[in-house]
């Protein structure tokens, strides 16, 4: 019997939720013995009550009628104390009713249950040729969470969404040609395109999605988190050099926020506190590579080959990473290992018939796509200097394969990848001048034994500037974020300024600027320069709960 990695998790986290929070059934409390005496306490009232003498000569007055010399006085009938149960002249309380589900769910469940979220707004509008707006994007985002007792929580994200731009106006509008693109006739047997979509795009015009769900627990010097998540390794900010253990979902390219840019995975992560130190393990049985933009939509740069299979769910073919962080002498560091697979599917491409294009006669291609193992090991530094901090990571990333350039035979290569190692680092300052938080970042790839025959450079050079400056208290907040691919001249510039009306409704108005050019060929697209033509303008609205 097959099981799917959705229910592997939910039973796992059923299971620890009944190991770690076992319900208590409550019974009918057992009568004291009666050889047990209840004596009065000699011990004085508490502060601020008074302490009732009684003489044994008069008895207290029975609803006003003072007893006489001789009568016997009656105890009052007054309701007990609440969360007491009546003892009436030795007999059994009578069982008190049961509650309803409505009261259950009240009084057990509902209490414990928070719930935030927002309800956002998100247009933009494309002003270079042809002029459309990109997006009228609504959506609603749901982030409730249920404490079962101080030790277990379980916390979601999930989110609806819906594009009107798709309402009112052409799809090809939307997402125009772009250089190397063609209309592509569709395969035998298939039916002809849509006349209002005869290039085939596909259009992610609304959805459902399960963001985040999983279980904490805390276990004194442990914890565990078990469920789908988003894990940060990264010490500076914004750069994939530690930080990619979650794969990136490229559907508007990197222009997403953080939580909605990155893929959530199935995973368990277990954090174990070491005096200064904190020891992180990862176990992730969901393998996922980089997931592209929906085909021929505005975004679409790359895509998965026909033929990539994805790897199958077995322990052998898990990722794990392990991760020591901590803090000493006021130097940040982290030490991570992480053997996972390459986001990137490598195609495999074999090619028959070069040299024949002079006679009219086009090379066959063939491509085996398939996800490839690698192995990493990097080291994060951060060390504060005042108003100055120094910033740093650098891991090496063994078993990436790359691809080379059409006409090229690779040499001592079968296929048209080869395999090569490669050193990634960061190096970055920030500091606050005149008020305003500022960041400069400058990142490098270097691939070992690099030869003429691969596509990318032996060295891709990047680097960035972030300014932000908060004003008028608070409640306006300029920002800027520049990106410089150095090698290639390309260039994306960002823009904005925050409003923060109140603590619950913000606005934001902005730009995303692409400069640079498309790229020499269709098989090395430039990351920033294939959008040139895509500069826009956005506004959101977003109000919190």
């Not at 097959?2 to 939910?10: D, E, G, N, P, R």
């Not at 309380?93 to 509902?110: E, H, K, M, T, V």
């Not at 209490?111 to 309800?119: L, P, S």
């Not at 985040?212 to 469920?227: A, K, T």
Request: aromatic letters at 12%; glycine letters at 10%; a negative charge.
């Amino acid at each position: 019997m097959k099981v799917s990695l959705s229910s592997f998790f939910v039973i796992a986290i059923v299971g620890s939720i009944l190991f770690l929070n076992p319900v208590i059934v409550k019974g009918e409390e057992p009568a004291p013995s009666e050889s047990v005496q209840k004596e009065e306490s000699t011990l004085p009232p508490q502060e601020g009550t008074s302490k009732q003498v009684i003489p044994t000569e008069v008895k207290p007055a029975i609803d006003g009628i003072m007893p006489q010399p001789g009568m016997q006085a009656e105890a009052p009938a007054l309701p007990p104390a609440e969360g007491t149960i009546p003892q009436i002249m030795g007999e059994s309380a009578p069982p008190s009713p049961p509650r309803g589900i409505l009261a259950w769910l009240n009084d057990d469940i509902f209490k414990d249950i928070e719930i935030r979220g927002y309800i956002k707004n998100e247009t933009a509008y494309r002003y270079e040729s042809p002029p459309a707006f990109a997006k009228i994007l609504n959506i609603l985002q749901v982030e409730p969470s249920y404490s079962f007792n101080s030790h277990v929580k379980l916390s979601g994200r999930a989110l609806v969404y819906y594009d009107l731009a798709y309402d009112f106006q052409d799809v090809g509008t939307i997402a125009p040609i772009k250089a190397f693109t063609f209309i592509q006739p569709p395969d035998p047997g298939k039916p002809e395109p849509e006349i209002k979509n005869l290039r085939v795009i596909d259009v992610d015009k609304y959805g459902i999605a399960l963001k985040e769900i999983y279980l904490d627990m805390y276990l004194g010097s442990m914890d565990f988190r078990i469920g789908k998540q988003i894990i940060r390794w990264g010490i500076v900010e914004g750069w994939r050099i530690l930080d990619d253990v979650n794969p990136l979902d490229f559907k508007e390219h990197i222009l997403r926020d953080i939580a909605d840019r990155y893929i959530p995975l199935w995973m368990v992560k277990g954090d174990y506190y070491l005096g200064p130190l904190t020891i992180e393990g990862l176990w992730i049985p969901d393998v996922r590579g980089h997931e592209p933009a929906p085909l021929r939509s505005e975004w679409s740069q790359f895509q998965k080959l026909p033929g990539l299979k994805p790897v199958p769910i077995t322990l052998k073919n898990s990722e794990a990473g392990l991760r020591t962080s901590g803090m000493v002498g006021g130097l940040e560091f982290a030490l991570t290992y992480f053997y996972t697979w390459d986001d990137f599917p490598t195609a495999f491409r074999s090619i028959e018939g070069l040299g024949l294009g002079n006679l009219g006669i086009s090379p066959s291609v063939d491509f085996t796509p398939r996800y490839r193992r690698m192995t990493e090991y990097g080291l994060g530094l951060a060390k504060s200097f005042g108003k100055i901090v120094l910033e740093g990571e650098v891991a090496y990333v063994g078993g990436k394969y790359w691809g080379t350039c059409t006409g090229c035979t690779p040499t001592g290569g079968v296929f048209g990848e080869l395999q090569r190692d490669y050193w990634k680092h960061v190096v970055g300052v920030k500091t606050v001048l005149f008020g305003t938080d500022i960041s400069l970042d400058f990142s490098q790839d270097i691939i070992l034994g690099h030869t003429k025959e691969i596509q990318q450079q032996a060295h891709e050079d990047a680097m960035s500037l972030f300014a932000r400056k908060e004003i008028r208290y608070g409640t306006m907040v300029p920002q800027l974020l520049a990106i410089s691919l150095l090698n290639r001249h390309e260039y994306l510039f960002r823009p904005k300024l925050e409003y923060r009306y109140t603590d619950k409704v913000t606005f934001l108005f902005g730009f995303d600027i692409f400069s640079g050019s498309p790229g020499p060929d269709p098989g090395r697209l430039n990351f920033f320069g294939y959008f040139d033509h895509d500069d826009r303008a956005y506004m959101e609205v977003k109000y919190s709960f």
